[in-house]
């Protein structure tokens, strides 16, 4: 199943939200979200910085990943940038494809 990270910075709001129902709160509502289009949670953390969740979750495809997204997006309380992750085998068998490019100017 593949991978994703889903970085959040909160609003305001969903700061308040945090200190009103704590983090263990937040964790179970992203579990339920990942579950409920046919994934799982893998970590939950939350950080200090220009992000203050880092999220792994197994989704079964960009479909799941995109709805997860917008539910989120459109939920308000938190911002989120989605990045696939790739395993070191699947960046071996990239290697190995055969790719016809060209760089600018040559």
Do not use: W
């Not at 959040?8 to 945090?18: D, F």
């Not at 893998?42 to 997204?69: I, Q, R």
């Amino acid at each position: 199943m593949p991978k994703f990270m889903i970085r959040g910075t909160y609003s305001n709001e969903g700061l308040k939200g945090v200190l009103k129902d704590g983090g263990s709160a937040r964790v179970d509502a992203v579990r339920k979200l990942a579950e409920s289009v046919g994934g799982h949670l893998e970590s939950f953390y939350f950080a200090f910085g220009e992000d203050d969740t880092y999220v792994v979750c197994d989704l079964p495809d960009n479909k799941a990943a995109a709805a997860v997204a917008l539910a989120v997006g459109a939920a308000g309380g938190v911002s989120t940038k989605t990045t696939v992750l790739l395993t070191p085998e699947e960046i071996d068998q990239a290697a190995n494809v055969k790719v016809d490019f060209r760089a600018p100017g040559r």
